[in-house]
């Protein structure tokens, strides 16, 4: 397991069941009255109801300021802390006519707006201008301090469909919701704590129509749930280990991609699955020397549960049949936080839903619990939210025992990997001492002596091989380590303890700070739709829904983008068939803030077909008015050269025709190009035929047509690129922006390929001169040798032997020269130089005709070739 130092893991089991272990006796107790909260006032008194246990940590607004000193955690008996929170009425609500149907009275109080008797009483109530940081920092921060402790903790968001429980779990860009901020937290204790060294792993499952899937990893679908003696778990879940909050976002935005999310008449993206993102947390003291009780292990489970739909719900086939689902699995769900809080209940039905079944060792009391209670204010949805506060004010009463992990089984990796080095230690320990101790004593007589000798030399060879093997494995076990310490994270801060400094320095550190973030939305990646998905439904409706042609296409678009929001900027998107989207402002709606220009869009809506290529555009939104940003964000090679091209001139608007201009001739210029590539090789052909018949005049005559028209078409592939060139130029302004820099890097490219290729040929050229410089050197010397051996024969000196050699030299030469000379000339040819030197053609048709001569004696010595050349052969 995590052999692959960062690689991800399949774990064997993964617990969902957080205190499986040490289950306090009595644990599922019935909660006593005086635990109970505030049940909901009769009377008709405008004094807010009892709030329940304020027993919340105080709201911090940065991670964990004071960082947990693991151990001694009391097992102080806590309620599930139970908050409920407000959005704002959506645009689909206003333009219904809904009023206000409850509203938050003060801080812990939510009332009816038309019978104000009825109030339920919470540990806090977060009206709608509430930020989601604000609500992380009472409902969610002291569950992750605790977990951060080794107490297993759980955040659920509950609600009806569209009540905000993705807005609260997850978030958008500009408002991260509680999983984000959880992961920051987590990651912001470990920079408090130096010291303690940390393992973070996570999994990311959906529960959808009572399947479980893996949405780390796509092809674990239909996983099942397992009990042992500790409790459930979800068998060969993916589990990843994370090193950065990035890290583990860019997990959750992939788990995110595949999720089930389908649209209804409420919500545009309703959530049509359960999820949980666990993060499993691994603790133990830095150092070596440390107790064993000090290792903890525990999870934080975030549950963005799926909306609870009403008959208000119009869904049909799949859609309904999701919804049944979801219902029957939160009414599973309420039935059993109903029986968990009524004091004669025998058996709690967990069984009958996967939700419960994998909750069940957290709903039965083991480790905190917070519910977020999400509702909307509309008197439309008015019998909802008070079935939802009915649900959040039993859950109020189940009873749990927050106590430390400490539980060391075969799940924890730091654990199982301090065990096997410190029993290979033993073993090697042992082994030595073997050697040492072997008896040496009763040695009587010679045979004796021989037969221990015999003994000790086979133990010794066994003993050799055994230590390398011990080696080899340790060896193995220490690149484990190595792997798995890069793994473990640890405080970047200066206070380690001595024993610190010793440790091997490639440990991963971390700075934890809020640059950590930076993975943080950067504005120019995304398209920023941040909508309320219900006025989206309304704009449908206005506009027609005719104008939509693929409702299914721009759902799943609209998704991606929206599921996106907080997370999605890990991944570019490239949008497809969006036709428009018009979404509404909502309270918390974020607001892009982008320095960049932006232009107001005439209609509201914002024309995502426009965008090709995925040009990185940028959509925000304050209020109804949406920008598109920015739509050169960064800065390419062919941006660069688009700058350096134009000065930083604006260039005309010509709409859509200049790539296809573009196009048109740089098809051309490749056409001309073919051409003139095929003109050159028929040249090359007929200058060799010529060579052969340097007579031919018919064959000179094509050449010379075949040269007319290389140039002629080098000269329009020039005229051409002048042109392309000059379009650009004469454009002041582009209409799109990343048409021109597609265009503009594909004449890069090509212009990059051209001189590439022709700094090549004029290498070769170049060297090749150089071999002929070398070879006319030559020649004078050999021209030399000829001459003396012309005047030996002359004056009647020379010998046969001399005549031969003569003969040799000759022919050797007359071979090289005709080598030379066609590969310099193919040379040239292939450079396209029109200048092709003229001594050349010259050189291959006397070598040729030299080579088809008889070459002996008398036959060189009656040689009379004296052509053009650039030097003589034989003068
Ligand atoms: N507190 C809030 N402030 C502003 N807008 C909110 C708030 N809560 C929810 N919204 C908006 O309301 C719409 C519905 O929210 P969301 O998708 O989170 O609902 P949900 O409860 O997850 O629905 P479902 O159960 O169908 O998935 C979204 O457009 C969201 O941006």
Redesign the pocket.
Known sequence: MFSGGTSSSRSQRSSISPFRSRKPAGSTKPPTASSRPATPSSSTTSSRPTPSKPSLSPPSSSASPNPPSPPNVSKSKENVTVTV?F??L?AREINKGDEIAWYADGDYTVRNEFNSSIAYGFDKVFG?ATTTRHVYDVAAQHVVGGVMQGINGTVFAY?V????????MHG?QKSPGIIPLAVKDVFGIIQETPGREFLLRVSYLEIYNEVINDLLDPTGQNLRIREDAQGTYVEAIKEEVVLSPAHALSLIATGEEHRHVGS?N??L???RSHTIFTLTIESSPRGENHDEEDVTLSQLHLI?L??SESSKTETTGLRRKEGSYINKSLLTLGTVISKLTDGKATHIPYRDSKLTRLLQSSLSGHGRISLIC?VTPASSNSEETHNTLKFAHRSKRVEIKASQNKIMDEKSIIKKYQREISSLKQELQQLKRGMMEHPNTAISTQEDLVNLKLQLEAGQVKLQSRLEEEEEAKAALMGRIQRLTKLILVSTKNTIPPSISERPTHRRRHSFGEDELAYLPDKKREYLV?????SYASELSVEGRDEITNLDELVKDYKRNKRRGMLGWFKLKKPENVIGLSPSA????STSGSPAPSSKSSQNRVKFSDLKDGGRKSVSRRGDDYTIIDPFPERTQAGDLFGAAFGGHCLPRTGSTITDQMDLLREQVKMLAGEVALCTSSLKRLSEQAARNPEDSQLREQMRKLKGEISEKKLQIRVLEQRMIGSLEMTPQMSNNSEMSQALSKLTTQLNETTFELEIKTADNRILQEQLQMKISENAEMQETILLLRQQLNSQQISDSEATRLETCSKKLVQKNNEEGERFGLCQETCADENTPTSVMSLNRILSLEDSKECNKDAFLNSQIHVQCPFNLFS
Not at 161 to 168: A, D, L, V
Not at 530 to 534: E, L, N, R, T
Not at 586 to 589: G, I, K, L, M, R
């Open positions: 929170r959005r704002p959506s709608p609600g469909t569209s009540s905000g429980k993705t807005h609260t958008e209804n409420f919500n993206l309703s959530s963005d799926a909306g999400t941040d909508d309320d998905a219900g909502d309270s918390e709606s």
